[in-house]
């Protein structure tokens, strides 16, 4: 099965030429068998995050959203503020999971990572670190596998389709 998937990155400092952690993303995805919906690069504003990602969760052609950056502790680092609110459910298990991986490669400094995840509009939004040894760990150990249909005993690829329940 595959996917239409979004890649937002959010910077004040880099452009979509230094952008690596954008191109691990799109380079992960497409490997895995999924189709880039989207890409973009936007300043860590969240006001500006939470509009793109707002359209892409209304835009039928759009099944995932990565976005990677604004999810330290600084000043600028606002993507769990802005994009918390969309979410219809938490995927609580993606940050406590991402946080006990990261824990075996980066030690302590992983409590500085906000990463979360949820479902919004039907969709899985998945909000990673800016660096891109978290955004490949990340995405091959937890997303590669929840967005395969073949996964065992359960994916999110297969459960998407009723995310929009009543």
Not at 48 to 74: C, E, H, M, Q, Y
Not at 80 to 97: Q, R, S
């Amino acid at each position: 099965m595959s996917l239409s998937i979004a890649v937002l990155t959010i910077s004040d400092t880099r452009g979509l030429a230094e952008d690596r952690s954008g191109d691990l993303l799109v380079a992960k995805l497409t490997e895995a068998g999924h189709r880039l919906a989207d890409r973009e690069l936007l300043p860590d504003d969240r006001f500006l995050l939470r509009a793109k990602v707002s359209n892409w969760l209304i835009d039928p052609s759009v099944d995932v959203i990565l976005t990677t950056g604004g999810t330290g502790f600084t000043g600028r680092d606002t993507t769990p503020e802005a994009l918390l609110p969309l979410f219809d459910k938490v995927i609580e298990g993606f940050g406590e999971l991402f946080r006990q991986l990261s824990f075996a490669e980066i030690g302590a400094s992983t409590i500085q990572s906000r990463a979360v995840a949820g479902i919004a509009n039907g969709r899985i939004v998945f909000c990673l670190p800016g660096s891109s040894g978290a955004c490949r760990l990340a995405f091959d150990q937890i997303i590669r596998p929840q967005l395969d249909a073949t996964t065992k005993p359960c994916n999110l690829a297969v459960l998407r389709e009723r995310f929009l329940e009543r």
